[in-house]
């Protein structure tokens, strides 16, 4: 009896009840509404042209930057912000200048653009560039792990007020 039991049940399941029983419903079956889906892709590109400027690493730029005695700033940041303390990709120190504790810095020669490439292809690196060396239109590199900056002193380190900093211009390249 158990498998007669358990063959109606496979025959109800697969036909379904209205064809079983010969319901009203079974005859004239009520037309359903067509149903639409609509598939997004998570994590794809929304068209061929490229990442969407949201998602694309861009360009960074900030100017006129005054940055003080033991401050530092992360190339990551966008915007640039300074930090105070040691460390970071790029520091300075009134007593010895421009350093870097976690990236390598390249001082290019005058008349040098100063272009990503050209950073990049710099390999006289210094963990330090001195007060010095720190003069109008020097341009410096930074390379970290995942970014490449470009330092243009806008004026020599100065003392105000007790106050010691170097004022430069930066651009930071994802």
């Known amino acids: 009896m158990s498998a007669?039991?358990?063959v109606a049940g496979l025959?109800?399941?697969?036909?379904?009840l209205p064809v079983v029983i010969n319901s009203?419903?079974?005859?004239n079956p009520v037309a359903q509404p067509p149903v639409t889906v609509t598939v997004t892709p998570t994590g794809a590109p929304p068209t061929s042209a490229g990442p969407s400027p949201s998602t694309a690493a861009a360009t960074v730029t900030k100017n006129d930057i005054r940055m003080p005695d033991r401050f530092n700033l992360l190339l990551s940041d966008d915007p640039i912000k300074l930090y105070e303390g040691y460390g970071g990709?790029?520091?300075y120190y009134s007593s010895s200048g421009l350093a870097s504790k976690q990236g390598k810095l390249v001082r290019l020669e005058a008349g040098h653009a100063g272009s990503r490439q050209e950073c990049e292809?710099?390999?006289?690196f210094t963990d330090t560039v001195e007060?010095?060396?720190?003069?109008?239109g020097s341009k410096i590199c930074i390379l970290s792990s995942d970014h490449v900056g470009l330092v243009t002193i806008r004026a020599a380190p100065e003392t105000r007020d007790g106050?010691?900093?170097?004022?430069?211009d930066i651009i930071v390249w994802p």
């Open 163 to 168: 106050s010691h900093f170097v004022t430069f």
């Open 24 to 27: 009203p419903t079974a005859r």
């Open 4 to 6: 007669l039991t358990g």
């Open 121 to 124: 292809a710099d390999t006289r």
């Open 11 to 16: 025959l109800l399941g697969f036909f379904g």
């Open 89 to 91: 990709d790029l520091s």
């Open 131 to 136: 007060n010095a060396k720190l003069i109008k």
